[in-house]
């Protein structure tokens, strides 16, 4: 089976930085993703990492640890706006029957106060 | 990216009744996917919606309750059978795009079972 952990809820200051983290055990991994999600809407594209390292884009970056099981998702000078849930999705290989589905984790609420 | 539509965007149903959303994408995909996500909580996939034979249902959702039909590669339907007060839920079709890192959401269909 697959496991994957996130922090419940985080709180941070506008302007400054986060770090939500995203643990993982699966087999046959085949990329990690990230989806902001505010109320009442649909998740949508973040990042995706499927090399260990960082990918950088714009206030957000993503890190990957694959001998680890083990991502962040950063956001740099944080606003309001990014007040929403973050989750984390982990894409099995489909030699390992994983058929390209994305398995999520619990999510992140993420409240961004003044 | 994808554009993908859903339909209805949300409906109130009676115990009992069924309802079918629909799925709808600008352009051919080869992916297409049902995920299921209840108050307060993550995503769940419940299938994966193949083209032309039958949906690839995940543990714990069957054919029965959650049948889907994919007539071609632009659309595909859920229906939500029998409901009862513990499927409301919004229901969320995805896609998957032609490059490994795209993986997109249509808006949701926000179910109320009363």
């Known amino acids: 089976g697959q496991n994957i952990d996130q922090p419940t809820e985080m709180t941070a200051t506008e302007g400054a930085i986060v770090q939500i983290n995203c643990t993982y055990q699966?087999?046959?991994?085949?990329?990690l993703f990230w989806y902001q999600q505010h109320a009442g809407e649909a998740p949508t594209f973040l990042s995706y990492n499927v090399l260990d390292g960082l990918e950088e884009k714009g206030r957000f970056s993503s890190f990957l640890s694959r001998s680890k099981g083990y991502s962040y998702l950063l956001l740099k000078e944080l606003q309001m706006k990014d007040s929403a849930s973050y989750l984390c999705a982990v894409r099995l290989h489909i030699l390992t029957g994983g058929g390209n589905k994305l398995t999520f984790g619990t999510g992140t609420q993420l409240k961004v106060e003044l | 990216s994808a554009v993908i539509s859903q339909k209805p965007s949300r409906d109130i149903c009676q115990r009992g009744t069924s309802l079918t959303i629909q799925c709808q994408v600008d352009?051919?995909?080869?992916?297409m996917f049902w995920y299921r996500q209840q108050p307060g909580q993550s995503l769940t996939l419940i299938a994966t919606?193949?083209?032309?034979?039958?949906?690839?249902?995940e543990s714990g959702f069957v054919i029965d309750k959650f049948p889907i039909s994919r007539p071609n590669l632009t659309f595909s339907t859920l229906t939500v059978s029998n409901m009862s007060p513990e499927d409301s839920s919004i229901y969320l079709c995805?896609?998957?795009?032609?490059?490994?890192?795209?993986?997109?959401f249509g808006p949701g269909t926000r179910l109320t079972v009363l």
């Open positions: 699966t087999s046959g991994f085949n990329g």
């Open positions: 995805s896609v998957g795009g032609v490059r490994p890192n795209e993986q997109f």
């Open positions: 352009s051919q995909v080869t992916m």
């Open positions: 919606a193949n083209q032309g034979s039958e949906a690839t249902y």
